[in-house]
């Protein structure tokens, strides 16, 4: 984890919503960043693009591409993508975080690894990179630093950043995207990429895990993209002798000049990996020669970078008395940066170039020697634009305090046309939130910036509402840029039915803006709800608005012990608390239910008792001399008795 340096963003929260913890690592083109989603509470990755390109439609448009792309892949050995969003300037994805470590990481601390440790890495990686394939997409920048390995050692692959459609990959004039070290020959010469350039940025980043090196190497980039295109990549075996011959071969397909003869995608690929690991025995598999070799790997090959290509040319490696002198930093820091060179197109060639390199029509010393230039002094001074003199490029002066900003400015032959200020939750109090013209906008040298400056948050104070009818109190809120919360009712002597009690937070509370605001609202004095069981109808009616209250009547009518036409029910019932205008619903007796009582003399008590209950009857026995059998009933068989009545049954 990078902690070299202090990162402005860190500590802040991005769109109201990802509270940045810690920066991860710092790349050509983003930062990425762990963080915590405040609303789902989970860990998560942040890649948020440098201000500096936000200002780039092309590169926002490859983030929205990657975070699109990545978001119709489902597979495990594939970073899930959550998110993508733009807070101001922040442009960023908010990515599944991996806890654990880059392939490039483990390469750096081990070297050359064991023929099983390889293919235990390459597998999965290419059951990601098969899945992208078959959805019909490239990767196009495959390299160590883009395979992660997690503490549970799962093998997943990051940074589709330069994904690209396979069915929208066209020829490019101007630039080539990728990685030096893993560029295929076709990327270099042409500009094209379809599944087959994954596969050859693969069969390098095996070789680079059996060997413990890259096997293709210079001191510039000019040199490697020389060698991709002009060289085979050599067999591991030579480096690492001992090596199976399995080996070799796999990374001979997957590295073969010629597309044509490559594993056409991932999946067959994958599918080779599968046969060449059956071959070998598990002596070979955990086999790690002495002798293999160890490098530090932190170079302009490594890096994400744009390339500057003449129409299928590549610069050749100049002769020492035509190599440009240093400009700033030895050629190892040169190298360690990342840059994106955008050059004029070369003259047409005078003839259609065919067959091998040879028959390539070469660019001339000058052109060469422009090329070389770009490359030294480009390489590590970030994004470089190739304009007329008269203009320069807005700076990036977002978290810069308004001193800073100012001589940023001048220091970049601009003024400051204005200053404005706005309320923000997330920018820091006296610091840049925003900037018209926006960073990195084409400005001439004599040029105005107007400065938007942070407020911080904007603190507003809970007003004092008693007594104010709801609806009034929830619009005083939202005058306040308070939202009005959860509302409940209670009695109250004091305040007036409707209106509002209390708040919570209390009067005088000090909170920032959309905060919510529960209110407690009067339900007015209680009212005691009175017994009108029993009565007639309208008595019970007049009785309970007479309380201030509203009767219901239920439209069914029910047997009770109540007489016929008065109430048998009311809810809610003597004694309940109600406020001023609230309803009592009544139900309307039909009189007892008359059942005729079945005779039951002669039969044995339980036999009664059965008999009886079923009739719908409560039964009481009385044993007048010892036996079991009933010989007296009260009521009497065949009189009518309401529904629940007692009988009395008599034994002997």
Avoid at 415 to 442: F, H, L
């Amino acid at each position: 984890m990078d902690t070299t340096l202090q990162d402005p963003l860190v500590g802040q929260v991005l769109d109201d919503r990802y509270r940045i913890d810690a920066r991860v690592a710092v790349g050509g083109m983003a930062t990425v960043y762990r963080a915590v989603d405040t609303r789902l509470d989970r860990v998560l990755a942040l890649k948020v693009m440098h201000p500096t390109l936000a200002a780039d439609a092309s590169f926002v448009e490859r983030f929205i591409r990657e975070a699109k792309s990545v978001a119709r892949l489902s597979h495990p050995n594939v970073v899930g993508v959550y998110d993508q969003g733009a807070d101001g300037a922040y442009v960023y994805l908010a990515m599944e975080y991996v806890a654990g470590c880059t392939l490039r990481d483990v390469l750096r601390e081990r070297g050359a690894l064991q023929p099983r440790a390889a293919l235990d890495i390459l597998e999965p990686a290419l059951a990601a990179l098969g899945a992208a394939h078959r959805a019909g997409f490239v990767h196009r920048d495959m390299k160590p630093e883009n395979v992660l390995i997690g503490d549970d050692g799962r093998v997943k692959v990051a940074d589709f950043g330069l994904v690209r459609a396979v069915d929208t990959v066209t020829n490019t004039t101007g630039a080539v995207l990728g990685t030096v070290s893993y560029l295929a020959p076709e990327q270099i010469e042409n500009g094209t990429a379809d599944p087959r350039v994954d596969v050859y940025a693969c069969g390098v980043v095996l070789y680079e895990m059996l060997t413990g090196a890259k096997p293709h190497t210079g001191d510039s980039p000019a040199q490697v993209l020389y060698r991709h295109l002009n060289e085979d990549v050599p067999p591991p075996s030579a480096t690492v002798p001992g090596l199976p011959f399995e080996l070799d071969e796999l990374t001979a397909a997957a590295t073969a000049r010629n597309a044509d003869v490559r594993p056409h995608d991932a999946v067959a690929l994958l599918s080779q990996t599968r046969q060449a690991r059956a071959a070998l025995t598990d002596e070979q598999l955990d086999a790690l020669p002495p002798g293999a070799l160890t490098e530090t790997h932190d170079t302009a090959e490594d890096r994400t970078s744009v390339i500057p290509r003449a129409l299928g040319s590549v610069p050749r490696p100049l002769p020492a008395e035509q190599q440009l002198p240093d400009a700033g930093g030895n050629a190892e820091d040169r190298l360690n940066r990342t840059s994106r060179l955008e050059v004029p197109p070369p003259l047409e060639p005078t003839r259609a170039s065919v067959g091998g390199p040879g028959n390539r029509r070469r660019p001339s010393r000058a052109v060469l020697a422009l090329i070389v230039a770009l490359l030294t002094l480009g390489v590590g001074a970030g994004v470089w634009y190739i304009n007329v003199g008269q203009f320069t490029r807005v700076p990036a002066l977002l978290t810069k305090t308004e001193a800073q900003a100012r001589k940023a400015l001048a220091d970049a032959g601009l003024e400051v046309r204005d200053v404005e200020r706005k309320y923000s939750t997330t920018n820091k109090r006296g610091t840049v939130m925003a900037t018209d013209p926006k960073a990195g906008s084409q400005i001439r040298n004599d040029g105005r910036v107007t400065l938007t400056l942070s407020l911080g948050p904007r603190i507003v104070e809970v007003p004092d509402l008693k007594n104010t009818p709801l609806e009034k109190a929830k619009n005083d809120l939202r005058d306040r840029a308070l939202d009005p919360g959860m509302v409940t009712r209670q009695f109250s002597d004091e305040v007036e039915r409707g209106a509002v009690i209390s708040t919570d937070p209390p009067v005088g509370t000090k909170t920032k803006p959309g905060t919510a605001v529960a209110l407690t609202v009067s339900k007015g004095s209680p009212v005691d709800v009175p017994n009108v069981v029993g009565d007639s109808l309208e008595d019970a009616r007049a009785e309970l608005q007479e309380a201030g209250l509203k009767v219901e009547v239920e439209p069914e009518r029910i047997f009770s012990e109540e007489d016929k036409g008065t109430i048998a029910v009311q809810r809610p019932g003597e004694g309940a608390q109600l406020a001023h205008g609230d309803s009592v619903k009544l139900t309307v007796s039909k009189g007892p239910d008359m059942v005729e009582v079945p005779d039951v003399s002669g039969l044995s008590k339980d036999e009664a008792k059965a008999q009886l209950e079923a009739a719908g009857f409560k039964v009481n026995v009385q044993r007048w001399f010892v036996g079991d059998t009933v010989w007296d009933q009260s009521p009497g068989a065949g009189e009518e008795a309401p529904r629940g009545t007692e009988i009395t049954i008599r034994t002997r």
